[in-house]
């Protein structure tokens, strides 16, 4: 005599449980194939433990030669490995020396410093700088090397290598926070250069209460030079105002200036005396 059993019904929650976990480990499966196929460097502290062998505990950093001492083995190279890879190295090495039988070796990254970027130019501290586990954007190297100085151009140059091609960008700063559109803040990688250039500049001299070389600001007229330079001395005249300006075969002209005439850079203003 057969029995008949009603058919199991499942919970809804635990089908979403079940659905849940399943998107969990994916997301952690794809996490650790990304993490193992980063590979170590020069710079970067690692912590190497061995299973059931606490006295084989290290933590140190991998030389500029790309090798660390481990106990027991001595110098080990382990630079360019995956973390993977060098756990495997080293374990190989402690059987090969009939240390541990079976040695069961595990590696994580303590600080990374060898994936670094080179800031030049017009910043307070220019250098190389480390980035972070997670990735850094411009904003944040910049930060890091103190920031553009006084000096610096607004538009920051950064030299990138995608795919095997390299690339140059224009990036304004201000701009990006003035727009609130931070989408051009590039998330910058390893190697790539960031230089802040000299920002443009111009010239007044004459019958002008401080003469010398300026900040050149973006839509800059004569006018606004002018009170820059703290105007025009009682002896001087904004009449007949004249500039000498660099042509494109590199030679100079001068020309008349109105005050509403937009300022280039590298311009010389010249103030004249007033004949009356």
Do not use: W
Not at 137 to 165: C, E, Q, Y
Not at 229 to 235: D, E, F, L, S, Y
Not at 259 to 275: A, C, F, G, H, K
């Amino acid at each position: 005599m057969r029995l008949y059993r009603e058919p199991r019904t499942v919970s809804p929650n635990v089908t979403l449980a079940a659905a849940l976990f399943c998107v969990a480990a994916t997301i952690l499966s794809a996490a650790a194939h990304g993490q193992s196929r980063e590979t170590l460097g020069e710079g970067d502290s690692v912590r190497i433990t061995v299973f059931q062998n606490q006295d084989l505990t290290t933590e140190t950093r991998i030389s500029e030669r790309g090798t660390i001492t481990f106990p027991l083995i001595g110098e080990v190279a382990i630079a360019k490995l995956t973390p993977a890879g060098a756990e495997a190295r080293i374990a190989e090495q402690l059987r090969v020396g009939k240390f541990l039988l079976k040695p069961q070796v595990s590696l994580n990254v303590v600080r990374v410093r060898s994936r670094q970027v080179s800031v030049l130019g017009q910043v307070a501290r220019p250098g190389r700088y480390a980035l972070d586990d997670t990735g850094s954007n411009l904003t944040d190297i910049l930060a890091l090397a103190g920031g553009i100085s006084p000096n610096g151009d607004d538009n920051v140059t950064v030299m990138v290598r995608r795919n095997g091609k390299t690339a140059r960008l224009e990036i304004n700063v201000p701009s990006m926070y003035r727009t609130g559109d931070l989408s051009r803040n590039l998330q910058l990688e390893s190697d790539d250069t960031v230089f802040v250039q000299r920002a443009p500049v111009f010239y007044i001299y004459g019958e002008v209460q401080r003469a010398g070389s300026y900040r050149l600001e973006p839509a800059m007229t004569v006018m606004q030079a002018l009170s820059v330079g703290g105007g025009v001395t009682p002896r001087g005249t904004d009449r007949g105002l004249k500039i000498r300006r660099r042509t494109a075969d590199g030679k100079f002209q001068a020309i008349d200036a109105h005050l509403t005439d937009p300022v280039q850079p590298d311009d010389v203003i010249y103030i004249r005396e007033s004949l009356f």
